[in-house]
């Protein structure tokens, strides 16, 4: 079967073909995703058959694969720097889905099929491609996106989430329906760390006692209570800006000394070499 050929749309290893990304599977996309249609839409006129008769055998052996008649790899042409050429339009069919997509400009839920989505294809990178919705009249028209829910079995057969059904709720439709589907972030807030440490006067517990216990320290040294206090006082505004800044860094820095230390091969460190003479 010769396919009407397309450009490309992006590019999975032969591998993933075999495995993960086969007939069936969903392909995401940078701009959306696809499904890998099946071997009746695949170009045989840029395949190459694999000549390999155990394998075919055991192929044929399988449960109803008798009338497979030839092991055939995926269509595919020597790739040249031109990108308008052949091989540009040569591949494995995709079928983007799903077909619902919306505009991330005006919120929109527009079907592929309706004719009001624009492919931009960018032949230098095929990643890039992209559907697009005229909704403004100036600029660059804002990009659509797949829609976030689909359906599916319990045997994993994927389907389109219906739509226009879920907002009529099984009643019939009268006009020309247009849905919306709003996406505004929920915003939570989030704190730098999971661990809160206990404070005293806005400072983790231990500085503060360790700068009460400093300053104590330093009026019975020198019998000076103004000297006691700005020891505690600069004690405490350091503390106060450890602890607001990285409540675990002092405790990672003291305890920095009891580990061992590891070679480092950065660093010089002369060595003694002994000749023994045989």
Sequence with gaps: MTPVRTPRVG???????????????????????????GLDDWDT??????????????????????QVDALRTAPWLEETRNPFDDWA???????????????????????????LLDLKHEPYRPD???????CRSGGRPPLAVPARF???????HLDEFPWIEFCHYKQACSGKPQVRLPDQPLYRPVHKALHRPLTVWGVDRRLF??????????????YSFLAGLLVFGGLYLF????????????????????IRR???PGKHEPFDLELVRC
């Design 11 to 37: 590019a999975v290893r032969p591998s993933q073909l075999m495995f993960s990304h086969g007939v069936g599977a969903l392909v995401d996309l940078p701009n959306f995703s696809a499904v890998v249609a």
């Design 45 to 66: 006129t840029c395949q190459q058959t694999l000549v390999e008769r155990r394998l075919l055998a055991a192929v044929r052996q399988m449960p109803n694969m008798e």
């Design 89 to 115: 339009r040569v591949g494995v069919t995709v079928v983007p889905f799903p077909r619902w997509m919306r505009c991330t400009g005006c919120n929109l839920l527009i079907p592929i099929d309706s004719g």
């Design 128 to 134: 890039r491609t992209r559907f697009v919705h005229n």
């Design 150 to 156: 689909v359906t599916a079995c319990q045997d994993g």
């Design 209 to 222: 006692f360790l700068a009460l216990l400093m300053g104590t320290a330093t009026f019975n040294l020198f």
């Design 239 to 258: 503390a106060r800006w450890a602890t607001a800044r990285d409540p675990d860094m002092l405790r990672i820095l003291l305890s920095s000394s009891r």
């Design 262 to 264: 590891r070679y480092d």
